[in-house]
């Protein structure tokens, strides 16, 4: 112990075996621990629904988190999270689900997070301050809605200065909802990536008052954090595949997985994906043959693997399309907009009743819906119009 209380921290460091990376992950950590307990990422609203919206943020120190939220200036509802009846107060990612809003009626809303400091004993805890963000405002879906646009964007790749820059140069007139289409984060390694990928630019430009709809893709799979990707972008009922209704569409945000065998090298037998997508196919067509899928006048399928152009394209491709594609036409779908090849393409091939779209890595899609049309048209960064797509029922 005498020996202990005169290390040096260069000592201690060494004793420990920690070299500069080691060192420095110490001082965040003690920088972090010093700092005033409060929230330093988000919100960012996600994965919308018909009056049902997930909020998700991020506090520097474990909390138990809640969302005080309702209309007109009075906050008089709260919402938290549970899971198996326990209320989180291990992690810094909150995410907290409000259901049972009017559709289309923007909520006013405000993030709160108490310091969730130890356990002393099992029955005795220690709580620290409690922080309050100000009032956000973001209107849920609503499938009654006459008409509504949404903007998506793909493949990144942690530039979020592009991202950004695209953001910047958008026609956000009338959006609604933003979609995040995969391999946004280039192999989740670090929660700072996480944030610095795309996270914080989406908190900053859209993400208190517009849902986003994240989609994942095979980078997203990848890296010491993708199981723990669900803490930043938490889907929806615990599965990253889900649909909702807006305006005259109901919209399938799919999963589309790795890109090669499960059995490949690359992943070092820590991939599942086959039973995942057969899981998702019987999830996909009860929602294609869904009262709320048939009632509606726009079918659009949202995967960051697109469906295979030609034979050679990869395992992943071909999943989509064996698996995917006759679904997607048994229900007449109308739109297909995929990422991953990062090469722009656009056709309404042989066979499909649905316009395929790619997008590239460096280009906006904006979709403008109503009931007489779904028009698309994919914008290149620096303003060169790629496609123009007008879709009649
Ligand atoms: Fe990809």
Not at 65 to 77: F, I, K, M, Q, W
Not at 81 to 98: I, K, Q, Y
Not at 108 to 120: I, M, T
Not at 254 to 282: I, M
Request: hydrophobic share 40%; charged share 20%.
């Amino acid at each position: 112990m005498e020996q202990e209380r005169f290390l040096s921290r260069r000592e201690f460091t060494k004793v420990l075996g920690l070299g500069a990376a080691g060192l420095s992950a110490l001082s965040r950590a003690d920088a972090v621990e010093n700092e005033p307990f409060a929230i330093v990422h988000g919100p960012v609203a996600q994965s919308p629904g018909a009056g049902e919206v997930n909020i998700t943020w991020h506090t520097n120190r474990p909390a138990v988190a809640r969302v005080l939220y309702g209309y007109d200036g009075a906050l008089t509802r709260t919402a938290f999270t549970s899971r198996d009846g326990l209320v989180p107060n291990d992690s810094t990612c909150h995410a907290v689900r409000l259901t049972g809003l009017t559709p289309g009626r923007p909520v006013q809303y405000k993030l709160v997070a108490q310091e969730f400091k130890r356990y002393v004993t099992p029955y005795v805890v220690r709580f620290g301050d409690t922080v309050e963000s100000d009032v956000f405002a973001c209107a849920p879906l609503d499938p009654h809605k006459e008409s509504f646009s949404f903007l998506m964007w793909n493949d990144i790749h942690d530039q979020s200065g592009m991202l950004k820059e695209m953001f910047d140069d958008a026609d956000w007139d009338g959006v609604d909802f933003v979609v995040l289409n995969g391999d946004i984060i280039n192999d989740p390694v670090s929660e700072q990536q996480i944030f610095n990928a795309f996270y914080d630019v989406c908190a900053e430009r859209f993400g208190a008052r517009l849902p986003m709809v994240f989609v994942r893709g095979n980078h997203e799979t990848r890296g010491g954090l993708a199981r723990r990707l669900a803490e930043y972008t938490p889907g929806r009922d615990g599965r990253p595949y889900y649909s909702f209704d807006h305006g005259a569409a109901h919209v399938a945000a799919l999963d589309s997985g790795e890109d090669k065998p499960d059995g490949n090298t690359e992943y070092a037998g820590l991939v599942d994906f086959a039973p995942f997508r057969e899981a998702q196919t019987g999830w996909l067509q009860a929602d294609l043959e869904s009262d709320a899928s048939r009632r509606a006048r726009w079918r659009i399928m949202l995967s960051h693997i697109p469906i295979p152009l030609a034979p050679d394209n990869c395992f992943g491709a071909q999943e989509v399309g064996r698996l995917w594609r006759p679904l997607a036409n048994a229900a007449g779908a109308h739109l297909w907009l995929s990422g991953h090849n990062h090469r722009f393409f656009a056709a309404t091939l042989p066979g499909d009743t649905f316009h395929t779209v790619i997008n590239p890595p460096d280009a906006t899609v904006r979709v403008d819906a109503s009931p007489e049309t779904l028009a698309v048209t994919v914008v290149q960064k620096g303003g060169k119009i790629l496609h123009q797509q007008t879709i009649t029922a």
